[in-house]
T-cell receptor, first 110, second 120 residues
Framework: LAKTTQPISMDSYEGQEVNITCSHN???????ITWYQQFPSQGPRFIIQ???TKVTNEVASLFIPADRKSSTLSLPRVSLSDTAVYYC???????????FGAGTRLAVHP | DTGVSQDPRHKITKRGQNVTFRCDPI?????LYWYRQTLGQGPEFLTY????????KSRLLSDRFSAERPKGSFSTLEIQRTEQGDSAMYLC??????????????????FGPGTRLTVT
């Protein structure tokens, strides 16, 4: 599975838009890009998944350029409750093991 | 969905003791995964089942670890002769083997709350 690189930590303030970029230079043709969110003492939770271009759901947007070597998770108007660790994963479509990196620790301040 | 449940949520044991954790997946999911997470790190894959068959085991899963899913429903993870290095959060996840009915992509897993193991 492709290796991903994302910032270790980010800080933001309530109401701001947060963009977390993930690099995955070795992404394979069959790989999807998936983001998970994890709060302390809880299991990770699926946020969004995409293959190319832009995907939007009720929680976030995912922007994927044409070369697919990176992706950006966008969280609109964050609140304190968005403070969490965000993981970027790439892997082939299908039901198999997930390979997590260390993730990005997002801290949202009042 | 009732969600993935794990029991117990917390376990404190002394080094050398055996411990067993239970995971109940979402009922219609036939894939079940175990992960381990230590402080400040992302979850690490341990093993996974398709129904009752254990299809893959990580090399992290030493001989002291064993997992079962006898009837293709709940699963147990047993650690024998626990060591302090086994202290971690043990996470269980499940997924269907076909596209999620709500139309999300093919690569979503649903995680339980985890069992936090402390070995003293």
């Amino acid at each position: 599975l492709a290796k991903t690189t994302q910032p270790i930590s980010m800080d933001s303030y309530e109401g701001q838009e947060v963009n977390i970029t993930c690099s995955h230079n070795n992404i394979a043709t069959n790989d999807y890009i998936t983001w998970y969110q994890q709060f302390p003492s809880q299991g990770p939770r699926f946020i969004i998944q995409g293959y190319k271009t832009k995907v939007t759901n009720e929680v976030a947007s995912l922007f994927i350029p044409a070369d697919r070597k990176s992706s950006t998770l966008s969280l609109p108007r964050v609140s304190l409750s968005d403070t969490a660790v965000y993981y970027c994963l790439v892997g082939e479509g299908g039901y198999n093991k997930l390979i997590f990196g260390a993730g990005t620790r997002l801290a949202v301040h009042p | 969905d009732t969600g993935v449940s794990q029991d117990p949520r917390h376990k404190i044991t002394k080094r050398g003791q055996n411990v067993t954790f239970r995971c109940d997946p979402i009922s219609e999911h036939n894939r079940l995964y175990w992960y381990r997470q230590t402080l400040g790190q992302g979850p690490e894959f341990l093993t996974y089942f398709q129904n009752e068959a254990q299809l893959e085991k990580s090399r992290l899963l030493s001989d002291r670890f064993s997992a079962e899913r006898p009837k293709g429903s709940f699963s147990t993870l047993e650690i024998q002769r626990t060591e302090q290095g086994d202290s971690a959060m043990y996470l269980c996840a499940s997924s269907p083997s076909t596209r999620h009915p709500r139309g999300r992509g093919p690569y979503e897993q649903y995680f339980g709350p985890g069992t936090r193991l402390t070995v003293t």
